[in-house]
């Protein structure tokens, strides 16, 4: 006799029996019709549900204090510089969305920083070389190592580290940037 549906039909019914199968083992316990409600076996405690107490009675207690949520947006210290090692990102993820939601150009002046806030702009100076550029914070990361800052391809070349990948860098606030950024 053969099965429609070939193979996988087959191991259909057997699986589904295999499933089935052992439930027809379960044994439950029988009930007597006669049995007191209010016995209970020695080696089972009795679960009873608590008394409600009137209204006047009852003792409420606060919650403990949670963190409040921070809010989207957060003052940048005057101050603000970080000193540490950038990489670039390109074709991978160009013409993919970002962080923010719009599509990442690998041929724009952007970056990806880990906490500063979107469209905050940075100048950010390849320590190496001197040169030193205006980027737009628009995407998240980077997310590789100790790495404090990722840009794109054609800021990585305007930086000139694009051939050989990574820079030591300072990135620096700039002036108009130094209030409350969105």
Sequence with gaps: ???PGGIRTKRSFWLCLALLLPACSLQF????AHADPSATPANKPVLQAPTAAPAADRQYAALPARPIAKPRWRT????F??????S?????FHGRLTANGEVFDMNSLSA???????????RVTN???GASLVLR??????FVGDRVIDVSRRAARLLGFQHAGLANVRIVLEPNEQTASR
């Design 137 to 142: 914070i628009n995407d998240r990361g980077p």
């Design 81 to 86: 510089q970080i000193t540490g090692v950038a």
């Design 76 to 79: 940048i210290p005057p101050s």
């Design 29 to 32: 316990p029988a009930e007597e």
């Design 1 to 3: 006799m053969t099965i």
């Design 127 to 129: 320590l190496e070389n």
């Design 112 to 122: 990806a920083h880990k906490t500063l806030p979107f469209d905050t702009r940075v």
């Design 88 to 92: 670039w990102y390109g074709i991978p």
